[in-house]
């Protein structure tokens, strides 16, 4: 072990005091394509993380388990140099060629290794712990999904401008911005903090968005991902009329997210809107609706230079590709199998609204495994779910994919299986669903446990 991920593991276990909310999935949705499911993304005011679509799926990591060097990509970058600090003459440059997973350091969080920790200290199987330690060196999302979570966003930051000053490298962290009012208006298990009813649209841009640019802007040295407000606008593009899902969201929703990617307009920040997956947004006419929702968004906010592209799978568990009939349920006339299938055709719903330089991150952190649910919809904790891909920069497989990334840290709950709880969705009580589950966001050991063991490709 490098002597700066020993330092890195021991600062993680001394920072880490509690978890964030990130939840699941928020449940079937209601595609308006050929009897398509359309999903969420629950998540929870507790501690924990991300949340998807149908399926549930997060965060993503380096190119392997291993060494937290991310992907190192091809090419030097050009640009501005960061202000450098430390060991490194004249500074890092920070400046990307295009992809910004290219070209650097994908940090590994902290935090999530303190709780990859406590799984360790209650493993006795020697080799499954030599898994768990490799999931130590996979970088992972850290998310913003309630406003006190802010709060530690400086210091996630330093740290990652302490290993940059290390390495002479661009180091790159990855931040979830997920605290909409009417959050997950489809989901019970991930519904948010702030309510427009409440005054939640101006805490959200004033307490919220402003004090995230605060931080950023205050660290320009620093090449920063962030993946912008999950299951938001696609739930426009499926859910309108049921559940939260009404005209006073979907106006809030665009006008949070036009705001976030105003306000975050930075040359060191690179957007990445959520997108959905193919068991969502992959009927022809959903990608019509969720492309025109996007164009719209996008236009608000006067189409800011640094959105990069489109996260998918966030939170969820749909795999890279698979065959026509290589899943058990019903897929409904979909004519996307698997994420790059979605990746591939969205790409040209978008260009046809004259999004055509968009780029895309696939979530990886819990696709590695198919057939392990009876329908699409099914996002809750599933049982049976493994580790995917490692994150890694320009990965192929489908056009205009800048990398694979553990958007959703594998060990989050989704939700809770406990029908007496307040956020209980029913997509948690499921057949599907691990019965054990915690609330949203909150660490699931036994779930991480399975993860780990069902990795593919292995740990």
């Known amino acids: 072990m490098s002597n700066w991920f020993a330092v ?20 079937a949705g209601g595609a308006s394509g050929p009897g398509g499911t359309g999903a969420g993304t629950p998540t929870g005011t507790g501690a924990g993380t991300p949340t998807g679509t149908t399926g549930a799926g997060t965060p993503t990591g380096t190119t392997g388990a291993g060494t937290p060097t991310g992907t190192t990509g091809a090419g030097t970058p050009t640009g501005s140099t960061g202000a450098g600090t430390g060991s490194c003459p004249g500074g890092v440059n920070i400046a990307t060629t295009g992809n910004p997973f290219d070209g650097g350091t994908l940090f590994v969080d902290p935090e999530y290794v303190a709780k990859v920790q406590s799984s360790i200290d209650m493993t006795t199987d020697a080799a499954l712990v030599e898994k768990m330690k490799k999931v130590q060196q996979i970088p992972t999302a850290f998310w913003l999904d309630r406003i ?22 661009p180091v790159i962290p990855v931040i979830v911005v997920y605290d909409l009012p009417n959050r997950d208006c489809f989901a019970e298990a991930s519904n948010g903090e702030l309510r427009l009813e409440n005054g939640g649209a101006e805490r959200y841009k004033t307490e919220f968005i402003d004090k995230i640019a605060e931080i950023f802007a205050a660290r320009p040295n ?41 306000k975050l307009n930075m040359a060191n920040v690179h957007h990445y ?15 019509e609706k ?36 290589g899943e058990s349920y019903d897929q409904q006339f979909n004519p996307c199998f698997g994420e790059f299938d979605y990746v591939n055709q969205f790409g040209q719903a978008l260009s046809a609204v004259g999004l055509g330089d968009k780029h895309f991150i696939i979530d990886t952190s819990r696709n590695g495994r198919g057939n392990i649910r009876a329908d699409w919809g099914y996002w809750c904790n599933n049982i049976g779910a493994g580790m995917g891909e490692r994150p890694k920069a320009n990965p192929g497989g489908a ?22 709880a307040e956020r209980y969705d029913l997509f ?13 966001g909150f660490w699931f050991h036994e779930y991480f446990v399975e993860c780990v063991k069902n990795a593919n490709p292995p740990l």
């Open 8 to 27: 890195l593991i021991a600062a993680s276990i001394a920072a880490c005091s509690g978890a964030g909310e990130n939840g699941g999935d928020e449940g």
């Open 148 to 169: 006190a979570a802010v709060d530690r966003l400086a210091g996630h930051l330093d740290k990652a401008i302490e290993l940059q000053n290390q390495l002479c490298q």
């Open 222 to 262: 620093l090449r920063i991902v962030t993946v912008i407000e999950p299951d938001s606008l696609p739930n426009l593009a499926t859910n309108m009329g049921q559940k939260d899902c009404s005209e006073e969201t979907a106006a809030g929703y665009k006008d949070g997210v036009a705001y976030a990617l105003k």
């Open 273 to 287: 809107i959520d997108a959905a997956h193919s068991g969502w947004l992959g009927w022809p006419d959903n990608q």
């Open 290 to 325: 969720g492309a025109a929702i996007f164009k719209e968004v996008l236009d608000l906010a006067g189409n800011p230079s640094n959105v990069r592209g489109f996260a998918t799978n966030v939170a969820n568990y749909t795999q890279l590709k698979y065959a026509e009939g």
């Open 399 to 420: 056009t205009r994919l800048d990398a694979f990334y553990w958007v959703k840290p594998p060990g989050d709950s989704d939700g809770t299986a406990d029908k007496s």
């Open 428 to 440: 948690c009580g499921y057949e599907n669903a691990d019965q054990r589950a915690p609330e949203a």
